[in-house]
């Protein structure tokens, strides 16, 4: 399918339709959040937060993980695309991709974005360089005192927005406070140790075998790691082979 992809498609045709379906997404996922209403009825009612319910993106994709996942995807297809054509059309998928990655409040898309993107950037058009990495720490660290201080402005006033601000400020906070980071790194403990046990680490305990689905029906358990879930579930032979191709 790629190789027929590559050889009989515009990419670029491609890619926009990536991004102009990402921004479609964008305008659903900002109707659920501030209308408070899913596209498709969900058992899921929101998130209880200072005394207002506050709900998480997910269209038609039934998981706020994988709706980010797809968001931040498209946007970092739209990120490069504006990076090797600045027109006003690749900045304004660009940023309103961004918008729908971020309404899903998932903090492992919207860091893999940001990771992506630093990456395209530092190394497209040939190596890294010096000058490169420094431009990069200091968008971060313009952009960073940006959020920090729009976030504390706008969250004292609305509760939509003070949960949001809140997830993404519990991205760097590692500590006991935290229960969703420590209970993350408890999953990964698990999860590895797992891998130890036995033939596991060559042969995986099976597909399908981890994740939200597989603990609530069949006595799985969640890995909150990608890598890990293809290694604990496909073991290192296919795992290996599942990331080189």
Same mark, same amino acid.
């Given at each position: 399918g790629i190789l027929f992809l590559l050889e009989y498609c515009e990419i670029k045709r491609?890619?926009?339709?990536?991004?102009?379906?990402?921004?479609? @997404? $964008?305008?659903?996922?900002?109707? #659920?959040?501030?209308?408070?209403?899913?596209?498709? %009825?969900?058992?899921?009612?929101?998130?209880?937060?200072?005394?207002? +319910?506050?709900? +998480?993106?997910m269209v038609f994709s039934g998981s706020f993980l994988t709706f980010g996942t797809i968001m931040?995807?498209?946007?970092?297809?739209?990120? &490069?695309? &504006?990076?090797? #054509?600045?027109?006003?059309? /690749? @900045?304004?998928?660009? *940023?309103?991709?961004? *918008?729908?990655l971020v309404m899903s409040s998932s903090r492992g898309p919207l860091v893999s974005f940001i990771c992506s993107a630093?990456? *395209?950037?530092? &190394?497209?058009?040939?190596?890294?360089?010096i000058k490169r990495v420094i431009k990069v720490l200091f968008i971060v660290l313009f952009a960073g005192a940006l959020l920090i201080t729009l976030g504390t402005i706008l969250s004292k006033s609305n509760s939509t927005v003070a949960f &949001? !601000?809140? +997830?993404? %400020?519990?991205?760097?906070? !590692?500590?006991?406070?935290s229960a969703s980071n420590t209970s993350r790194i408890s999953c990964w403990q698990y999860s590895i140790e797992t891998?130890? %046990?036995g033939t /596991?680490?060559?042969?995986?305990?099976?597909? $399908?075998?981890?994740?939200?689905?597989? =603990?609530?029906?069949?006595?799985?358990?969640?890995?909150? $790691?990608?890598?890990? =879930? +293809?290694?604990?579930?496909?073991g290192t032979v296919v795992a290996v082979i599942y990331y080189a191709f």
């Open positions: 491609i890619l926009k339709g990536l991004k102009l379906t990402g921004i479609v @997404l $964008s305008i659903f996922a900002i109707y #659920e959040v501030f209308s408070g209403k899913y596209l498709i %009825q969900s058992s899921y009612l929101g998130i209880m937060y200072d005394g207002s +319910r506050v709900l +998480r993106a931040a995807m498209i946007s970092v297809v739209s990120f &490069y695309d &504006y990076y090797v #054509e600045k027109s006003k059309f /690749n @900045l304004i998928c660009l *940023v309103v991709n961004l *918008v729908g630093i990456v *395209v950037y530092v &190394y497209i058009g040939g190596r890294a360089n &949001y !601000w809140d +997830r993404f %400020q519990s991205i760097l906070d !590692w500590t006991e406070s891998f130890q %046990q /596991n680490w060559l042969f995986g305990i099976g597909p $399908s075998a981890t994740g939200a689905r597989a =603990k609530a029906n069949w006595g799985g358990f969640v890995t909150e $790691s990608g890598l890990l =879930k +293809r290694f604990v579930e496909l």
